[in-house]
Structure formats: structure tokens, C-alpha cells
């Protein structure tokens, strides 16, 4: 009898222990899987939190800066237009939207014209240039008007006004229009003050190679020309340019250099941020600071 309770004591023991070891197993999976569980929504925390500090929940969407989102470059068919000129259309991607570029604008009428181009305010203007300058596109060209706005205007290789690029690019940064009812404040700034660089084209609205270099203040209500820059040197050039005498173009007007004897030699674009030298820099009040912003 005793050995038939030992054996029952024993198989009663083994039991046991069986009983023991599979709790032991389910406990162990149990925190394997709680582990498991904590591991996940550690990295979904993660994720969730880097993607809240990217912007991803913001209700508006950082906005792109980059040039392709704002430049469009328009063909113009020059079957049509005669005096258009085909030099391909600037790159969409990686253009600079910051800061200013440099350009230097050398003419026979005395020493280099500086400028800085205003990358933020008018990133295609900048962008169109820099590529025509790259092409040679302005070089052993005219000036072919002083305007009646106070400003030389230069950059088109057929000297009739109607020449440019084939791809034209629509305006940016046009200073705002004053309101009708509000009167002139003494001592505003003008709309364009002396040294603004700006574009100019036919029709407004489509430009493409042309620009106006101001020598004198020009205020209107209805301003249509994009500014691009400003002269940091050589504005006594410019000055001179614009008290050449001038006769009819041809179709009226009398905006032509009597002798159209003004040459663009070259037209240079140095990278973002670059400096150039200067040859005489306009004063505080001959020469805008900035750019104004666009309307």
C-alpha cells in the first residue's frame, strides 16, 4: 500500500509541476507581448511626435519658396513676332528666392552700372536675366528709349520695343497703387525712386528680356513696370544716358537717343550673394533701399 501512495504522491507532485511550468510559459508570453505592445506604441509616439514637429498636422502646409512654384516661363512663337530671339528658357528648379544677385550692365557711355537684384521680391525677373546674360543674349545691343517716366530703357536686341526671348513670364513685385480718394502725403517715397530697376514689356505683363534703369523719382497711380532691383553704382551713367537729347521713334513719341548711340556692351549676373564692386554709389536719397513689396 505504501508503494501505491508514493506513486500517487509522485505523479500528484508531477502534475503540479506541469501545472507550474505551463503558467510559468503563459506568463512569460503574456509579458512578451505586453513588451511587445509597449515597443509599438513607443515608436508610434515617435512618428507621431517628429511628424507634429515637421508641420505634418498643421492646418496650413509650409509654403514652397522655391522658384518652380511661382515661375512660369510662357512660349511666344516668334513665327509670328520677328524680333523675338529663340536662346532656350531658364532652369524651373533651383533657382534662388532669397537675398540678391549681383549684375553689372557695362555700356560706351562711361563706367559699369551695378546692381543688386532682388531675389525675394522677384525671383523670374532675376532668374530670366541671369539666363539672357549667360546666352549673351544683351551684348553689342541699344538702349533704344529714354522714356518720358524718367528711366532708360534697354534690353531688347531689335531696338523696336516689340523684341525679347521666345517665353515671356507674368509681373511681379508691381508696387501697390495708391487709393483714388487718398492724396499725396508730403515726403512719400515715390513709386519709383531713382536707381529702381524694373521690367518693362509689350504687352505689360509679358516680360521677358527688357528693363528700365531709373535716373530721376517717377510717381503714378496706376504703376505696371515689376521691379527687379536697384543701382548700387554707376547711377551717374544712367544719368547721363537720360539727358541725351531725343527724337520720334517713329511712332510718336519722342523717346529715341538722337544719336542711338548707346550700347549695351555686356550684361554680367554674378551667384546670390555675391559682391560687386561699385563705381559710385547713389545717395540715401538718390536711390531706393529696398525693394517694395509686391502689390
Not at 522658384?67 to 513665327?79: F, G, I, K, M, N
Not at 532668374?127 to 545691343?141: E, G, P, V, W
Request: include cysteine.
Amino acid at each position: 500500500m505504501a508503494s501505491s501512495r508514493d506513486r500517487q504522491r509522485k505523479m500528484a507532485r508531477a502534475k503540479l509541476d506541469r501545472q507550474l511550468a505551463r503558467r510559468a510559459a503563459a506568463a512569460k508570453r503574456r509579458r512578451q507581448i505586453q513588451a511587445g505592445v509597449g515597443v509599438a506604441v513607443v515608436l508610434v509616439l515617435i512618428v507621431a511626435g517628429s511628424a507634429w514637429a515637421l508641420g505634418a498636422f498643421d492646418d496650413d502646409p509650409k509654403e514652397n519658396t522655391a522658384a518652380e512654384d511661382v515661375c512660369l516661363w510662357t512660349p511666344q512663337d516668334a513665327s509670328t513676332n520677328t524680333n523675338l530671339k529663340d536662346v532656350g528658357t531658364p532652369a524651373t528648379e533651383g533657382l534662388p528666392t532669397d537675398g540678391v544677385r549681383p549684375m553689372t550692365v557695362t555700356t560706351n557711355q562711361g563706367a559699369p552700372i551695378t546692381v543688386e537684384l532682388d531675389l525675394a521680391g522677384s525671383p523670374c525677373g532675376a532668374a530670366s536675366i541671369a539666363h539672357l546674360a549667360s546666352r549673351s543674349f544683351y551684348d553689342n545691343t541699344k538702349c533704344h528709349e529714354i522714356t518720358a517716366e524718367g528711366a532708360v530703357r534697354c534690353g531688347d536686341p531689335s531696338g523696336t520695343g516689340l523684341g525679347g526671348p521666345t517665353y515671356s513670364f507674368y509681373d511681379e513685385n508691381v508696387p501697390t497703387a495708391p487709393s483714388p480718394s487718398a492724396s499725396p502725403a508730403a515726403g512719400q517715397p515715390a513709386t519709383y525712386p531713382k536707381g529702381t530697376v524694373a521690367m518693362v514689356a509689350n504687352p505689360p505683363g509679358a516680360n521677358g528680356s527688357q528693363f528700365l534703369m531709373f535716373f530721376k523719382d517717377f510717381t503714378t497711380a496706376d504703376p505696371k513696370f515689376p521691379i527687379i532691383g536697384r543701382i548700387t553704382g554707376g547711377i551717374d551713367v544712367v544719368e547721363k544716358i537720360g539727358a541725351k537729347p531725343t527724337v520720334d521713334n517713329g511712332t510718336g513719341a519722342k523717346v529715341k537717343p538722337k544719336d542711338d548711340d548707346v550700347v549695351v556692351q555686356s550684361v554680367t549676373v554674378g551667384e546670390p550673394g555675391a559682391q560687386v564692386n561699385s563705381t559710385a554709389t547713389p545717395s540715401a536719397s538718390g536711390a531706393p533701399a529696398s525693394s517694395p513689396s509686391a502689390g
